[in-house]
């Protein structure tokens, strides 16, 4: 699928990653994330389905899945959703919002043409491990959790380190 603002291109973070093909103004209106509006049992089964798919393949990245709402999710893992190559950083040049119920990406910054775009995914820390991050910030944590639950995992880090420690002696 073509599209204005971006394309999907070899990504050095990641197999494939979305870039501007222009300048992109601080706070505009990206792309949409498309996908099948599923309920939140069939998001679970996709998920599980997926990521063991995945961990056969020893690929990361393989859950495409927004939550909408109480009763649905949106799983964006179909052909004609570019957006589903936007890979996570730790310091993202865009944002996801669910704007009622369609999930659109925007700029959180001016994007310059050709840079690669990132949104923070977002992930609760009960599954951080099976999250590992590789976006190089020097903020980034190793793991790719939400904004709102850094400083948990990074208590939760040094005290698993602590623990190491004390074990080595």
């Known amino acids: 699928m ?4 971006v394309e999907v291109r070899r990504s050095a973070l990641h197999n494939k990653g979305v870039f501007a093909k222009e300048n992109i103004p601080k706070d505009s209106k990206i792309i949409q994330y498309f996908g099948d509006k599923i309920t939140k049992a069939e998001s679970l089964r996709r ?20 939550d909408l709402n109480k009763r649905f999710d949106l799983d964006g893992n179909i052909s004609n959703n570019i957006a589903k190559y936007i ?23 001016k994007i310059k043409k050709d840079e690669e775009l990132f949104f923070n995914y977002g992930f609760t820390i ?7 991050c590789l ?16 400083a948990k995992l990074k ?15």
């Not at 993202?92 to 669910?98: C, L, S, V």
């Not at 009960?126 to 590992?132: G, K, P």
């Not at 976006?135 to 850094?150: D, N, Q």
């Open 2 to 5: 073509k599209h204005k603002l």
């Open 47 to 66: 998920q599980e389905k997926q990521q063991l798919k995945a961990n056969r393949n020893r690929n990361t990245g393989s859950v495409y899945i927004f």
């Open 87 to 109: 890979n996570h950083h730790c310091k993202p040049n865009a944002e996801a919002f669910n704007i009622r119920g369609k999930i659109w990406i925007y700029a959180k910054r």
């Open 126 to 132: 009960d599954s951080y491990e099976e999250n590992v």
């Open 135 to 150: 976006c190089g910030a020097p903020s980034c944590l190793g793991y790719i959790v939400a904004t709102s639950e850094r």
């Open 155 to 169: 208590r939760l880090l040094i005290k698993k380190k602590k623990e190491v420690i004390i074990k080595k002696k």
